[in-house]
């Protein structure tokens, strides 16, 4: 599976932006994507979740309300649109998909995409 994010760049405190990730390869097996972000000198954090049966999603409570995370199956491709961005939000946002393997699960990651919000 491979996995390429976009959309990443400068904007505004307040502003918006929309990521997106096509992922390609052996895309069938995919049970769920999702986006996180690593902001210098801290920890990789996950942003938002969605599954690829239901759809069903989640969140991390300092993006509720502002991010949404959605995928079009047709395309393989999965968004993050970004609103009300801030300082905090600034952080090189990786997209992620999973997939069961026997005993766990195998994860894939894009290469990353800057997001930079200036106040």
């Known amino acids: 599976v491979q996995l390429v994010e976009s959309g990443g760049g400068l904007v505004q405190a307040g502003g918006s932006l929309r990521l997106s990730c096509a992922a390609s390869g052996s895309t069938f097996s995919i049970n769920a994507m999702g986006w996180y972000r690593q902001a210098p000198g801290k920890q990789r954090e996950l942003v938002a979740t969605i599954t690829t049966g239901g759809g069903s999603t989640n969140y991390a409570d300092s993006v509720k309300g502002r991010f949404t995370i959605s995928r079009d199956s047709a395309k393989n491709t999965m968004y993050l649109q970004m609103n009300s961005l801030n300082a905090e939000d600034t952080a090189v946002y990786y997209c992620?998909?999973?997939?069961?393997?026997?005993?766990?699960?195998?994860?894939?990651w894009g290469q990353g995409t800057q997001v930079t919000v200036s106040s």
């Open positions: 992620n998909a999973e997939r069961p393997v026997r005993g766990g699960s195998q994860r894939y």
